[in-house]
């Protein structure tokens, strides 16, 4: 899988994760799924993204 791949995969398991522990442990864990999403918001402006970085020094293809 390339870069962008990736990084969908991980930002939508972050939010399922979030979504399930948000409706099984404590509703605190909805926020977790908002911290992704208003990161993917603000690198759509930006171009800028924490994970890419990350998945970048990891060493994966663009």
């Known amino acids: 899988m390339k870069l962008n791949e ?3 995969l ?3 398991l972050f939010v399922l994760l979030a979504i399930v522990l948000g409706a099984t442990v ?3 864990w ?3 799924a908002v911290f992704v999403a208003v990161n993917q ?3 759509a402006f930006t171009g ?3 994970m ?3 998945l970048r020094w990891l ?3 663009e």
């Open 30 to 32: 909805n926020y977790a």
């Open 48 to 50: 800028w993204c924490p």
């Open 52 to 54: 890419m970085a990350f």
């Open 59 to 61: 060493g994966v293809q």
């Open 26 to 28: 404590h509703p605190y």
């Open 6 to 8: 990736w990084l969908r």
């Open 41 to 43: 918001i603000q690198s």
């Open 10 to 12: 991980i930002a939508g």
